[in-house]
Nanobody, 124 residues
Framework: QVQLVESGGGLVQAGGSLRLSCATS????????MGWFRQAPGKDRDFVGF????????HVADSVKGRFTISRDNAENTVYLQMNSLNPEDTAVYYC?????????????????WGQGTQVTVSS
């Protein structure tokens, strides 16, 4: 079965940067759309962004546009979330997810596999 493992979270000061990684198992990683989501305490899991299988198309939520960038390295089976200009509102558990249907969606229901999440905490 496909396994996804996030890493790179931690505590950072407001205005700082972090890069999250999602290491993914599987032979056909390059054909999958990958998504990033986040969930703050007591709140719903929110869409952050996605990237298609080849990496030619990327989309992020308005709340992080201009600050967060998604990329992928299919040779390493890894997806990244570069987060710049972080603020306390970005504090959440961040999850990566894989869509085996090869579509691009911001809905959690379209993603078939999920990582365990990594905590990002931004202090002022």
């Amino acid at each position: 079965q496909v396994q996804l493992v996030e890493s790179g979270g931690g505590l950072v000061q407001a205005g700082g940067s972090l890069r999250l990684s999602c290491a993914t198992s599987g032979r056909i990683f390059g054909s999958y759309t990958m998504g990033w989501f986040r969930q703050a305490p007591g709140k719903d899991r929110d869409f952050v962004g996605f990237i298609n299988g080849s990496g030619s198309y990327r989309h992020v939520a308005d709340s992080v546009k201009g600050r967060f960038t998604i990329s992928r390295d299919n040779a390493e089976n890894t997806v990244y979330l570069q987060m710049n200009s972080l603020n306390p509102e970005d504090t959440a558990v961040y999850y990566c997810a894989l869509d085996t249907s090869a579509t691009m969606s911001r809905r959690t229901e379209r993603y078939d596999y999920w990582g365990q999440g990594t905590q990002v905490t931004v202090s002022s």
